[in-house]
């Protein structure tokens, strides 16, 4: 036995658009292995980048209901869901800090793709890069000190690491994902 939960214990968020129908895009959650699917949103816009919370009780989602990207942060067992980001310009990406609290996500409310975190309730956020290319695509480390994030500030896109709190951003590596093992150690 390990502490490491097994597959069969494993569920995933993933987003359908269905031919037709008033409401085609669905946000659906099931097994790992495609049993016990449900549907946790329906839509007549775009939904998607469905993110989990730790405790995997919450989605965070983005959804152009209102004709504008918003976030969405919907509780799976009520079904309550709350818009915690609708600012101007493209809102995307949402990732939630490892002990849930806050949310990283992307955002061109000031013209350019920018890093923000806010808490996952919603709230004013706090912009972490400037101005300087496009950064998206955050993710946390698992001790919740540092964000990764992609931007194509040196030309194209690369992986970079700031403090969670903002600062600079340090060359990680090359191209890739900004997501980051368990132990902090590797790139995915």
Known sequence: MTAIRGAFRTRIAYVVQKNGGSQPYEVRVADYDGYNQFVVNRSSQPIMSPAWSPDGKRLAYVSFENRKSQ??????????????ASFSGHNGAPAFSPDGSRLAFASSQDG???????SSNGGTPTQLTRGVGNNTE???SPDGSSILFTSDRGGSPQ?????????GATLVGGRGSAQISADGKHLL
Not at 71 to 84: F, I, T, Y
Not at 112 to 118: A, D, E, G, K, Q
Not at 159 to 167: E, F, I, K
């Open 112 to 118: 350019t793709l920018n890093i923000y975190v806010m």
């Open 71 to 84: 976030l969405v942060v919907q509780d799976l067992g009520s079904g309550a869901r709350k818009v915690v």
């Open 138 to 140: 955050p993710s946390w």
């Open 159 to 167: 992986v970079y690491r700031m403090s969670a709190s903002g600062g």
